[in-house]
T-cell receptor
């Protein structure tokens, strides 16, 4: 069974640009969550999608948005990038039968210059 | 608001010795607690969870965790550490109010196992 796949793995952007990150969950998993990991703030929850609906949302500005498609694949978008958005963005999927048991991808490392 | 705290940034232990990584929690109601591990340049991997039942929970790779309600703690343990256990360990609590998979993570504890 393939794991959670995130693309791209690495990317470099400049301030003011926007970025879209993609996540393909484990087959059959309908829940996809996104987390931001930075050395200073640690792991912070961005949002969770379940069956194309946002189920939970963290405390991030509106520049951070996401969506989920009918095949459970998810994307997150960050607009008007700031230096502080440099981070590892982790996607995790869940089957729904074991709440809290998340399967993480390897992440997309975003560097904003 | 619920939270978890990991008081130690780093724990050093010799291979073969027992290890403990500490976690305390603050929640209203019954806690749903988790441990995850992160190896360098990788995503997180689920180790174990406590929802209800026995206070000693067994998980992957020989790890276990002890839930202590009176001390609001959920410490991760392993009887005999391996060099390959060296990694970053996160304690987490699930937000049950939202009905989903939102986890609040601790700041992480770097475990270093030396020969």
């Amino acid at each position: 069974k393939a794991g959670v796949t995130q693309t791209p793995r690495y990317l470099i952007k400049t301030r003011g640009q926007q970025v879209t990150l993609s996540c393909s969950p484990i087959s059959g998993h309908r829940s996809v969550s996104w987390y931001q990991q930075t050395p200073g703030q640690g792991l912070q929850f961005l949002f969770e999608y379940f069956s194309e609906t946002q189920r939970n949302k963290g405390n991030f500005p509106g520049r951070f948005s996401g969506r989920q498609f009918s095949n459970s694949r998810s994307e997150m978008n960050v607009s008007t990038l700031e230096l502080g958005d440099s981070a590892l963005y982790l996607c995790a999927s869940s089957s729904g039968t074991a709440p809290g048991e998340l399967f993480f991808g390897e992440g997309s490392r975003l560097t904003v210059l | 608001a619920q939270s978890v705290a990991q008081p130690e940034d780093q724990v050093n232990v010799a291979e073969g010795n027992p290890l403990t990584v500490k976690c305390t929690y603050s929640v209203s109601g019954n806690p749903y607690l988790f441990w995850y591990v992160q190896y360098p340049n990788r995503g997180l991997q689920f180790l174990l969870k406590y929802i209800t039942g026995d206070n000693l929970v067994k998980g992957s790779y020989g790890f276990e965790a002890e839930f202590n309600k009176s001390q609001t703690s959920f410490h991760l343990k392993k009887p005999s550490a391996l060099v390959s256990d060296s990694a970053l360990y996160f304690c987490a609590v699930r937000d049950i109010t939202g009905g989903g998979n939102k986890l609040t993570f601790g700041t992480g504890t770097q475990l270093k196992v030396e020969l």
